[in-house]
């Protein structure tokens, strides 16, 4: 076979790879895809607590492998635990506000009527024209929807507090798959490297890019969202409102939204502190959440996510928006790497067509 033949042979033994690849790679996602989310967060605990782990292995001269098993203890200790404990809780309470509702202990549509009584007759009567004075029906679908959504916190909270199949499936791969990331990622990430067919500088902008808006997001919108929530829930307790817990996690749930997310919970109960003429409260909870709980996420969040991220606040908070709709919770994560890995990508080109100007 002569040279040419050989190069011929190659090339089209190229061509039919590429597909095979193809095929394959779509085979395996597809396999992995019930689980997708439970290996996007083992590897991201990797990503966080990889600096751990070289710590350890650096100073302490460990093996890798007993340097990966105490580091999984501390993640362990600090992320897994505090979990567990705060899921026990939450399905206490929760169960706690759904038999209450469901026996009557606690009536929404007392709270409810109460508001509409304290309306001015001029917003009564707009309220009217749109046909929303039909105070029984509002007030059976709030009772009902409230019973759900206890139901529904109650349920859940349970399911993985007795340890569902499900979650210890996810639970045990996510553990599984972050000890051998630890341990192992310097040869995955460079085979990674290797694979893909850019330039070593373009490879490490992309890496790197991504790295860090991962580790920029998970760190940054966790620790708003937890300090929000406390002190959400903290103010809650303070007032007397039921449930703080509950509260808290909500808040701490929705100040995953940038900008907007706790406001959707202490406002509407300002408002019903103020149409019920708990004015101090209202005046108190107003307060706290504009001075407190808001400078929180406009002075912490542009710190910790948008600096380290590089991208414009209104990026991070449309694409968080947008993963979040379409991949759920995981979506606060998704999103934002995508439009970094967007904008990265754009980059390169940009800078792979100067270079190729003549």
Known sequence: MTPTDEQASAAFANRALL??????????????????????????????FTPVYRR???????????????TMLLILLVLILPFALLTAALAREATQVYQ?????????????????????????????????????????RLA????????????????????????????????????FLIRDGDSVARAL????????????????????????????NLLVALIQGTLGGLAFWALGVGGALLWAVLMAFLSLLPAIGAGLVWVPVAAYFFVTGFLWQAIALVAWGVLVIGLIDNLLRPILVGKDTRMPDYVVMITTLGGMVVFGINGFVIGPAIAAMFMAVWHIYAVTRIEAAP
């Open 100 to 140: 209450q509702l469901q026996s009557g202990e606690m009536n929404p549509s007392v709270y409810f009527q109460g508001v509409f009584d304290t309306l001015p007759d001029w917003l009564t009567a707009l309220l009217d024209r749109f046909g929303l004075v039909n105070f029984a029906a509002l007030q059976r």
């Open 19 to 48: 597909p095979l690849m193809v095929v394959v790679t779509l085979a395996l996602g597809w396999i992995l895809l019930p689980f997708y989310g439970a290996i996007m967060w083992g590897a991201i605990i990797a990503m966080l």
């Open 56 to 70: 350890l292995l650096a100073r302490l001269k460990w093996r890798r492998t007993r340097a990966a098993l105490v």
């Open 144 to 179: 009902d929807g409230l019973a759900l959504g206890s139901q529904f916190l109650a349920t859940q909270a349970l399911g993985i507090g007795q340890l569902t199949f499900e979650f210890v499936t996810s639970l045990f791969i996510t553990l599984y798959l972050s000890f």
């Open 193 to 220: 490297r290797d694979a893909v067919p850019l330039a070593p500088e373009h490879k490490k902008e992309l890496i790197g890019k991504f790295t860090t808006v991962i580790r920029a997001t998970v760190k940054g």
